[in-house]
């Protein structure tokens, strides 16, 4: 008999099967459709709301259920679901990270299929009584090179399967082990030889700052003649008029898009094009799917309701009052450090050490790891990580995570340290907390001193110290018409290697950094915005 003492409000069309175990456990009630006031009206009944991807789960529904425990999303992503206003009503997010997992990555080979025998195509036109086999003429997959990118659950589960059909596989994801990618059959590469090499590409990677365009006209210019794309991913991820104009050009073969910036997608520029198949964002429409990531949180709910933990929670679980006053101002350090290591980081990641000096060594700072796990992983995957699964997912990108503490921090109450390792070297950050702001002290070998703040860039410039570099740097930014609005330096020694650091108001140009990275002894230049 279900406990009737807690409830289950399900507002999207969700499986029978797979919510049949949830039935067990509490009381489900089914106001499909329902209209946002009307959830509102309602969600302070409930202890648990089960949603897919059409209910907008926003702050104000969230802060109305007083009772909510938990927020389940039947699927993988959770971009319906404010997870911020959740995490600070100390409500939990779960998702199903793995039940949509084939099903994703078994559409994109179908997109494959069709979009290499032009199968859609040739369907309409015999369906229109006209037989036109010249007109269909397509290309086998054997011995053709396939690009992954992105390495994550789908990503791996295409490259598995795409060996049956003799193909060459490269790919990209800078945040898995050479050998991860070695077992999966993948070789590595940048994007420019993932392009020039590739006849076809899938993308498999989330849309953030980072991604949106990740395949833009820079990247179409230098494709391999005749390339064909397939977005089972996210809209946003290829600049959709490049896109259109490379295969009218005849530069690319054609393409296969599932999903799209705004959906539901009626309306489109790839839909005029006859080289490009569209389908509405069917990646999970199996049965099967439908049926496994219901029943994943279903099963999810029904363990926190006797007091388990979620396998599968997005946000952060609980923490003491008093940990979190003193550990929430080095979350937002972590933050900044990890998109800072990220961006000077070159090669594949082989591991990840976390030091912990001073006070903040006298914490459970399992928290802080997850935040820096997560944070380095944000970039290119669709993961979340928390204090439960970030060993997890380090360990499946066969990446290894160490933590050093020491109570003792020679010129800080307490200093915050992200070292990684990769194929090429090894990139460390290191920052603290002053007067309750967020400082980045360490570069690598340099001590110094960079503010974080919302809107502006910062110029990381390796360079040979010498007379006149830093007037060389400032007329090119002067003439690009950037300000600078502080300056830091550091030295090894005198005319030795140096590191300048310049804090922009805005960003600058490509151009003017390639004009930069060309002054005598400057050895990289790279621009982040922390």
């Known amino acids: 008999m279900a406990d009737k003492q807690k409830k289950v409000l399900i507002t999207d069309e969700i499986s029978e099967e797979g919510i049949a175990p949830l039935r067990k456990a509490a009381q489900v009630d089914l106001k499909v459709g329902a209209k946002p006031e009307e959830i509102i009206a309602c969600i302070g009944d409930y202890d648990a709301l089960m949603v ?18 938990v927020i389940a999303r039947a699927g993988v992503g959770i971009d319906n679901v404010d997870v911020e206003a959740a995490t600070r009503c100390g409500v939990v997010v779960i998702n199903a990270p793995t039940g949509n997992t084939v099903s994703a990555a078994e559409h994109a080979i179908a997109l494959m299929l069709a979009l290499a025998r032009n199968i859609p195509q040739a369907n309409a036109s015999l369906k229109a009584c006209e037989w036109k086999r010249n007109q269909f003429m397509g290309t086998e997959m054997r011995g053709k090179t396939l690009g992954i990118i992105g390495l994550g659950n789908v990503g791996s589960e295409v490259a598995k399967r795409m060996h049956a059909f003799d193909m060459r596989l490269i790919g990209i994801d800078p945040l898995v ?169 070159e090669g594949q990641s082989k591991s990840i050490r976390i030091k912990y000096n001073g006070e903040i060594a006298n914490y459970d700072t399992n928290v802080l790891k997850a935040a820096v796990v997560g944070g380095l992983l944000s970039g290119i995957s669709e993961e979340r990580v928390n204090i439960v699964n970030s060993n997890v997912i380090a360990a499946k990108r066969g990446l290894t995570i160490v933590e050093e503490k020491e109570g003792t921090c020679a010129n800080y109450a307490s200093l915050l340290t992200v070292e990684i390792t990769t194929t090429k070297g090894i990139c460390t950050v290191a920052g603290t907390i002053i007067n309750g702001d967020a400082h980045i002290v360490r570069v690598n070998d340099y001590w110094l001193d960079i503010v974080p703040t919302p809107g502006s860039y910062f110029l990381f410039s390796d360079h040979q110290d010498r007379p006149g570099f830093i007037g060389s740097v400032g007329k090119i ?33 490509e151009k003017a950094q390639k004009e930069i990275l060309a002054l005598p002894d400057v050895t990289s230049v790279k621009l982040v915005a922390l």
């Open 477 to 509: 930014t002067g003439d690009a018409n950037v300000n600078i609005s502080s300056m830091h330096l550091g030295r090894l020694k005198r005319r030795g290697q140096a590191l300048l650091v310049l804090n922009l108001d805005e960003p600058l140009s």
């Open 177 to 345: 082990s050479e050998e991860y990618a070695k077992k999966i059959g993948v070789t590595l590469v940048d994007i420019k030889q993932l392009m020039q090499e590739s006849d076809f590409i899938t993308l498999h990677i989330p849309l953030n700052d980072k991604t949106k365009g990740y395949i833009g006209k820079k990247e179409l210019e230098m494709a391999k003649p005749g390339m064909r794309i397939i977005n089972c991913a996210r809209g946003g991820l290829i600049d959709e008029a490049e896109l259109v104009k490379a295969i009218n050009e005849k530069r690319i073969a054609g393409a296969a898009v599932d999903v799209f910036e705004k959906e539901p997608c009626t309306e489109s520029i790839l839909f005029g094009v006859d080289k490009i198949i569209v389908t509405p964002h069917l990646g999970a429409s199996t049965s099967e799917a439908q049926v496994l990531a219901a029943r994943d949180v279903a099963e999810q709910i029904a363990d926190m309701f006797k007091g388990m933990p979620a396998r599968a929670a997005i946000n952060v679980p609980y923490i003491p009052s008093e940990t979190l006053e003193a550990l929430e101002p080095y979350l937002k350090l972590a933050q900044s450090l990890c998109k800072l290591a990220y961006s000077l980081a």
């Open 52 to 69: 897919r991807s059409q209910t907008q789960v926003t702050a104000n529904i969230i802060e109305a259920g007083k009772k909510l425990q």
